[in-house]
């Protein structure tokens, strides 16, 4: 157990439906990461938050949204999905922002769109 | 923008051979870097990390050492086992963007046949 906790581990939903994703960090951890990995683009940053603030936004599309909570936990929203959007999604943690700090990542939530 | 670039196709090789994991990069500044693991089913764990150049990391029988004047970071085990069977990724975060976001290398297989 990374003490990164993911839920739900799979998803399996239709095309056009909106699904949340739920991520809860490392125990005193502040900074929050969500990553999509799948076969062709392999893994891709797409939103960063410190301490429930937006700090960092990579490949993320329109259709996705997060947030960070004050309990720290986050979710990623992803809306009017498409085949496309199956993939495996990454929350990983670390606590601040300084360059020394490596990830503790979940063992992600795998989305497949139908 | 930042890169990493890890050598094409699945890695095979028997217990106890040498193994060799290209790594470059391309990045502005002076990146850290880190090669992370993913067995099958599970999320990605750190494998080890050098922030500045000549640094070595190391960790659980893997070395590699940060290179800067041929920006690579290439990941090496003298004697791999079975249990090494794994995806390895090579990553880099750059302090000139304030966060601590990864880019990743592509990854790859590595099958260690007994």
């Known amino acids: 157990d990374s003490g990164v906790t993911q839920t739900p581990k799979h998803l399996i939903t239709a095309t056009g439906q909106r699904v949340t994703l739920r991520c809860s960090p490392r125990?005193?951890?502040?900074?929050v990461y969500w990553y999509q990995q799948s076969l062709d683009q392999g893994l891709q940053f797409l939103i960063q938050?410190?301490?429930?603030?937006?700090?960092a936004k990579g490949n993320i599309l329109e259709r996705f949204s997060a947030q960070q909570f004050p309990d720290l936990h986050s979710e990623l929203n992803l809306s009017s999905l498409e085949l496309g959007d199956s993939a495996l999604y990454f929350c990983?943690?670390?606590?601040?922002?300084?360059?020394?700090?490596?990830?503790?990542f979940g063992s992600g939530t795998r989305l497949t769109v139908v | 923008g930042d890169s990493v670039t890890q050598m094409e196709g699945p890695v095979t090789l028997s217990e106890e051979a040498f193994l060799t994991i290209n790594c470059t990069y391309t990045a502005t500044g002076y990146p850290s870097l880190f090669w992370y693991v993913q067995y099958p089913g599970e999320g990605l764990q750190l494998l080890l990390k050098?922030?500045?150049?000549?640094d070595k990391g190391s960790n659980k029988g893997f070395e590699a050492t940060y290179r800067k004047e041929t920006t690579s970071f290439h990941l090496e085990k003298g004697s791999v086992q079975v249990s090494d069977s794994a995806v390895y990724f090579c990553a880099l975060s750059n302090p000139l963007y304030g966060n601590n976001r990864l880019a990743f290398g592509k990854g790859n297989q590595v099958v260690v046949i007994p």
């Open positions: 990983a943690s670390s606590p601040g922002q300084g360059r020394a700090y490596g990830y503790t």
């Open positions: 938050y410190y301490n429930g603030e937006e700090r």
């Open positions: 050098a922030t500045k150049a000549d």
């Open positions: 125990s005193g951890d502040l900074s």
